[in-house]
């Protein structure tokens, strides 16, 4: 049976293999187990109840509590020819009568519901006359009064599986932890004999990092010149500051949207969605925002002030990296901030003492987060009761800080003398080009192209190595001239460096990068997709995850059978949309052809000097010249001929 449900996955969904907490899951809902499945965000709940509905010849019906979310998974399977469909008062009155027609036909595998519809006695009524194989209730926390989402609605769940008068199998999924919560969601949906399956809580892909003493609003324009691209959120504890970060955030220019309980639903609505289709880049708000968004593609969530505690946290900055691509989680800690906490607390009526007692003390934890040396992500885990990681992970700003800083040297030399070589008076884009090895009419009229360092770092990443740049710039390796048209130079640091004297050391992976955000091929893949998305109306990374997009543009499979190993790409997909995608990639791959020959027939005419190249390199060694051999050829040829 599992053989059958992960020849399901690939064919619909594109994945080759379940996770490890998937593959159990699923397997105990195959042997017909009532299960709650308790595993963080973004590592996969949908596909384990929508796996076994495919497999069962019933249909299933899918609990969810937003519109926004059935919205998405159904826009999801539906590109994959999944006959799914979801009810809730966005339809229209055609929408709905030929959804219940396809339901009484028996077509649908899946059907998404708010638990709201079943206070709807005539629809539940029809309900009872299908054949129904399982009830998945998703983010099924919302059940429960210490959930943070309590709906009441969801207590209406067992009565309305108790009116199918049928053989039900009950699963629930949520992301929250608490015993509390566990023992609610079990009781309020009356699951007999369940199975309680609780996964690891880490998410491998996230970064942790907790940020303090930095000016706030220069730290975050700073992040979003770095990240050009990347899709984010900043949380703000009030509505004041996401309206002064929002203000400020565009004065500088950036593409962001806010998010606030003070804004008009329209006026909401309207950010969300441009987020959503990425026409909005950064969205800045406070914890109003992110319930029933599952843009897979978050790539880094900001907190500008500390949350009330942990649990808020891990679940908002959890929000990062659901596509499980490389992401940040980043707390800014400012001291001042606690007492916006404390005055939430304090000023809720309805807390009793001894709730408010609990809080302060859920705070104190958080704000001990801030303040510990050892790693960020044991600390959570512990917190939330998983002991598995153990002092180190490797991956959260207090690890790194322990671990061996990187010598960078080597590059830093490369990066000086081509401006030593360049005679100094360039600008950093220029240096850029002539690191890269790009050519324009400048640099050829200037013989930039001869230099030795020319092209050093050919196919390196720019935007990397315009962050090494500026890092040398800021750390004093390199001054950089005032005015509109700054240029680099060296100083007695460089020489130091150049010297062999200083060492340029770093410390590891202080920076993460999202640079497939700007790879042109990327872009190009993106645009594709975009147009695509527009058309069908569903959001892009739905068609087509960032992570997938990425490996399009890494592998570049020019045919369906290599397009068919890209992770997310499934049969149907492929019939569907694959084209397109093909299309892009064909075109680039035959334009990087293009220049490649280009660049040798370019390199073929340069070289062309009039002297015997092995004679001047003879020449330079034995006078002992401090000159590049290329640069020599070419000037005794000037000269000479
Ligand atoms: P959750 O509901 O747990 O937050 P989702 O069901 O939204 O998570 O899935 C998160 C992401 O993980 C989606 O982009 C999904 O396509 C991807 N995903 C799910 N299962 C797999 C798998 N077996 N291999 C690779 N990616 C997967
Ligand atoms: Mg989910
Ligand atoms: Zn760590």
């Avoid at 704000?367 to 960020?376: A, G, H, Q, R």
């Avoid at 020489?495 to 992976?509: A, E, M």
Wanted: glycine share 6%; with cysteine.
């Amino acid at each position: 049976m599992l053989k059958k449900a992960e020849k399901i996955l690939f064919q619909y969904f594109g994945y080759k293999k379940f996770r490890a907490n998937q593959e159990e899951i699923i397997s105990f809902i195959l042997d017909g187990r009532n299960l709650l499945g308790i595993i963080p965000t973004g590592s996969g709940k949908s596909i384990c109840y929508q796996v076994p509905a495919l497999l069962s010849p019933k249909l299933t019906i899918v609990i969810s509590p937003l519109i926004s979310l059935m919205k998405d998974q159904v826009d999801a399977l539906k590109i994959s020819n999944i006959p799914s469909a979801f009810i809730n008062s966005s339809l229209s009155k055609e929408e709905y009568i030929n959804i219940i027609k396809q339901l009484r036909r028996n077509k649908l595998k899946l059907l998404y519901i708010a638990p709201e519809r079943l206070l709807n006695a005539k629809f539940v009524n029809l309900l009872t006359n299908l054949q129904i194989g399982m009830v998945a209730v998703d983010e099924a926390h919302c059940i429960s009064q210490w959930g943070h989402d309590f709906r009441k609605s969801y207590l209406e769940i067992p009565k309305f599986i108790e009116k199918l008068n049928q053989d039900i199998q009950i699963t629930a999924f949520t992301a929250t932890a608490t015993p509390k919560v566990k023992q609610d969601i079990i009781e309020l949906l009356e699951m007999t004999n369940p199975k309680i399956f609780v996964g690891g809580f880490d998410r491998k892909n996230l970064f942790f990092k907790v940020v303090k003493n930095e000016d706030p609003e220069s730290y975050l324009v700073d992040y979003l010149d770095l990240h050009k691209k990347a899709p984010g959120i900043i949380y703000a504890s009030t509505r004041k500051e996401v309206d002064n970060l929002y203000a400020y955030l565009r004065l500088k220019h950036f593409s962001v949207g806010k998010y606030h309980a003070g804004l008009t639903d329209k006026e909401r609505k309207d950010f969300q969605d441009k987020f959503i289709t990425g026409d909005i880049r950064v969205m800045i708000a406070t914890n109003a925002f992110g319930m029933g968004i599952d843009k897979s593609n978050v790539r880094f969530v900001i907190h500008r002030n500390i949350p009330k505690d942990i649990e808020s946290y891990y679940q908002e900055a959890g929000r990062a990296g659901r596509d499980g691509g490389q992401a940040e989680c980043i707390l800014m800690f400012y001291p001042e901030d606690i007492g916006i906490q404390e005055f939430f607390i304090d000023m809720n009526k309805d807390l009793s003492t001894q709730l408010k007692k609990d809080k302060q003390k859920k705070l104190e934890k958080m704000v001990v987060y801030t303040e510990i040396k050892s790693c960020l992500r044991e600390y959570t885990l512990k917190y939330f009761g998983d002991r598995r990681i153990k002092n180190y992970c490797g991956n959260c700003s207090n690890c790194l800080g322990l671990k061996d800083v990187e010598n960078n040297t080597v590059d830093s030399q490369k990066v000086l003398s081509c401006i030593g070589r360049s005679k100094e008076n360039i600008g950093i884009r220029m240096v850029l080009r002539l690191l890269l090895g790009e050519t324009s009419d400048k640099i050829l009229r200037k013989g930039l192209d001869k230099i030795s360092t020319f092209g050093i770092f050919k196919g390196y990443n720019k935007n990397l190595l315009e962050e090494f740049i500026n890092y040398l710039i800021s750390e004093g390796y390199i001054d950089q001239t005032a005015g509109s048209y700054p240029v680099l130079k060296l100083n007695e640091k460089s020489f130091d460096v150049l010297n062999g004297n200083i060492k340029v050391l770093r410390r590891k992976n202080e920076v993460v990068s999202f640079d497939y955000y700007e790879n042109p091929i990327f872009e190009r893949l993106n645009e594709v997709r975009s147009e695509i998305a527009k058309k069908e109306g569903i959001a892009p990374y739905v068609l087509l995850s960032d992570v997938t997009l990425m490996e399009l543009a890494d592998k570049k499979p020019t045919n369906r059978w290599e397009m068919l190993k890209i992770k997310g790409i499934g049969n149907q997909k492929f019939e569907n949309y694959g084209q397109y995608f093909l299309d892009v990639l064909i075109t680039e791959v035959e334009i990087e052809k293009l220049k490649d020959n280009k660049s040798k027939e370019d390199t073929t005419t340069e070289k062309k000097y009039m002297v015997d190249i092995e004679k001047v390199k003879y020449l330079k060694e034995s006078l002992n010249l401090d000159i590049d051999t290329e640069e020599l050829a070419q000037a005794i040829s000037e000269i000479f001929f």
